[in-house]
């Protein structure tokens, strides 16, 4: 099992650029979430979804959009990239409690 | 709002001896706890969890204790090893069922 995987692994925009990361798991969970991580600073959750064809709003919402069309992947969207932007972004799966991350994506906004 | 804090922000230590990392939650209604690692560049990897019907759980050379009371917990790690190395990161279960992340304690194994 290849758990959950991230792409791009890294991405560098320019403001006002859009782009989409996609998020994938094999693990059969219907919970997913994305989060982003600064430095010195904890997970902060963006959304989550708790099945196919649902989202919800989590911490940190604004600028992103979210889509979870297939049960297996989860996509965030940024339409018009800012520079507060830039961070790495993690997506989650789980069953019940315990989330397991992917990767990360390293995010550049210039 | 709910919050959880992690008491030192970097924490060294010689290599062999145990380690204990701590953390704090605000949520008394918080029932589930969870440890994660964090490698450089990598994602959290979940070492361990525990419930509020818990006060200590034992895993492989790391157990977690909470103190509801107080409302802390800790992670200790037995004989730490340079492997140990990272940043670690406590979460509790929010009212809502989403984890509240803590910003981390980095580990510093000395040889």
């Known amino acids: 099992n290849a758990g959950v995987t991230q792409t791009p692994k890294f991405r560098v925009l320019k403001t006002g650029q859009s782009m989409t990361l996609l998020c994938a798991q094999d693990?059969?969970?219907?919970?997913m979430y994305w989060y982003r991580q600064d430095p010195g600073m904890g997970l902060r959750l963006i959304h989550y979804s708790v099945g196919e064809g649902t989202t919800a709003k989590g911490e940190v919402p604004d600028g992103y959009n979210v889509s979870r069309l297939k049960k297996q992947n989860f996509l965030l969207g940024l339409e018009s990239a800012a520079p507060s932007q830039t961070s790495v972004y993690f997506c989650?799966?789980?069953?019940?409690?315990?989330?397991?991350f992917g990767p990360g994506t390293r995010l550049l906004v210039l | 709002g709910e919050s959880v804090g992690l008491h030192l922000p970097t924490l060294s230590v010689q290599e062999g001896d145990n380690s204990i990392i701590n953390c704090a939650y605000s949520n008394s209604a918080s029932d589930y706890f969870i440890w994660y690692k964090q490698e450089s560049g990598k994602g959290p990897q979940f070492i361990i969890d525990i419930r509020s019907n818990m006060d200590k759980r034992q895993g492989q050379r790391v157990t977690v204790l909470l103190n509801k009371t107080v409302k802390h917990l800790s992670l200790q790690i037995a004989a730490t090893q340079p492997g140990d190395s990272a940043v670690y990161f406590c979460?509790?279960?929010?009212?809502?069922?989403?984890?509240?992340f803590g910003s981390g304690t980095r580990l510093l194994v000395r040889p």
């Open positions: 979460a509790a279960r929010d009212s809502s069922y989403k984890l509240i």
């Open positions: 989650a799966s789980s069953y019940l409690e315990t989330q397991y």
């Open positions: 693990m059969n969970h219907e919970y």
